[in-house]
Nanobody, 119 residues
Framework: QTRLVESGGGVVQPGGSLRLSCKAS???????????IEWYRQAPGTERELVAS????????EYSASVKGRFTISRDNAKNTMYLQMNSLKSEDTGVYYC?????????WGQGTQVTVSS
């Protein structure tokens, strides 16, 4: 059974850093390697927002305007794992972060990990 297992969330002060991880457990490596990957976040009372995406070979990355220059998405295809490095965190980055792995025939979501930026 395939599932995405997220980790790395927590409470951090403004200006701090966190690194989120998302492992595709039970997924055939060739499926993960051919899938696109995205990170979303959702703050209380708001809609889920796309934060970052990366292509299957890691050659192209895209970020929302609110995180560009501060967040970095990456993937390790050998480990079926994706990452979101978050630097210079702001209070407005607070929310639940979700990973998404998809291609034409599959679409998996992580359970979400809470990130709280507060002094």
């Amino acid at each position: 059974q395939t599932r995405l297992v997220e980790s790395g969330g927590g409470v951090v002060q403004p200006g701090g850093s966190l690194r989120l991880s998302c492992k595709a457990s039970g997924m055939i490596t060739s499926v993960f390697n051919s899938a696109n990957i995205e990170w979303y976040r959702q703050a209380p009372g708001t809609e889920r927002e796309l934060v970052a995406s990366i292509t299957r070979d890691g050659g192209y990355r895209e970020y929302s305007a609110s995180v560009k220059g501060r967040f970095t998405i990456s993937r390790d295809n050998a480990k079926n794992t994706m990452y979101l490095q978050m630097n210079s965190l702001k209070s407005e980055d607070t929310g639940v972060y979700y990973c998404n792995v998809f291609r034409d025939d599959v679409n998996y979501w992580g359970q979400g990990t809470q990130v709280t930026v507060s002094s």
